[in-house]
């Protein structure tokens, strides 16, 4: 069974500060994602990291990808009170004819002024 | 409308009571996605459709029916839910492919706004 940990699962961070959420998964996958959730409100693709040292920068977030390691990672650059969500990553594997997502528990990351 | 779709967006219901989900996608996309959100657990999937086929149905109790007329269109019957049933109920969908061995693509999964569900 495929087993997808975040953490950490709480984050409050001062405005203009750096920080990094991980992503651990148990099973070798072919692709990675990461959705952003604001409250009440559905998720929002982010990324997709497709093999191993990927790397995707939008704005002051980037994401990378270490297969071997089965580790991912989402940094945050000079966080801005605007980042404020709960950020989820994803791990994609091949199941019939259609790829099932395998979420982590989600990090809700607050950002302080 | 753009997009994926869900209606009701709130919906109350007592446990004898039988409701439907809606789900609507514009994107042109084959494959579609019932998901569960719960406060204290991860996202979890519940029914996979791939060309309007019902390819997964993991575990979830019978008292959910999924249904999938077309390719944009994914239904979720509820009859004599519980209390713990309470959820926000997401809808995907993702473009979808042919055969199990294509591996190429993206194959985001686009998200709807969600059903906020609860039953008394």
């Known amino acids: 069974e495929l087993k997808v940990e975040q953490n950490p699962l709480f984050l409050s961070m001062q405005e203009g500060k750096n920080y990094t959420i991980y992503c651990n998964y148990s099973?070798?996958?072919?692709?990675l994602y990461w959705y952003r959730q604001d409250p009440g409100k559905s998720l929002e693709s982010l990324f997709v990291l497709l093999s191993n040292g990927a790397v995707k920068q939008e704005g002051r977030l980037m994401a990378s990808l270490d297969t071997k390691a089965r580790l991912s990672t989402l940094h945050i650059t000079a966080a801005v009170h605007d980042l404020s969500a709960t950020y989820f990553c994803?791990?994609?594997?091949?199941?019939?004819?259609?790829?099932?997502?395998?979420f982590g528990s989600g990090t809700q990351l607050t950002v302080l002024p | 409308e753009t997009g994926v779709t869900q209606t009701p967006r709130h919906l109350v219901m007592g446990m004898t009571n039988k409701k439907s989900l809606k789900c609507e996608q514009h994107?042109?996309?084959?494959?579609m996605y019932w998901y569960k959100q719960s406060a204290k657990k991860p996202l979890e999937l519940m029914f996979v459709y791939n060309f309007k086929e019902q390819t997964e149905n993991n575990s979830v109790p019978s008292r959910f029916s999924p249904e999938c007329p077309n390719s944009s269109h994914l239904f979720l019957h509820l009859h004599t839910l519980q209390p713990e049933d309470s959820a926000l109920y997401l809808c995907a969908s993702s473009p979808g492919y042919y055969s199990p061995r294509w591996r190429g693509g993206q194959e985001t999964q686009y998200f709807g706004p969600g059903t906020r569900l609860l039953v008394l």
């Open positions: 994803a791990v994609a594997i091949s199941s019939g004819s259609a790829r099932q997502l395998t």
């Open positions: 099973t070798t996958s072919d692709r």
């Open positions: 994107l042109g996309h084959n494959a």
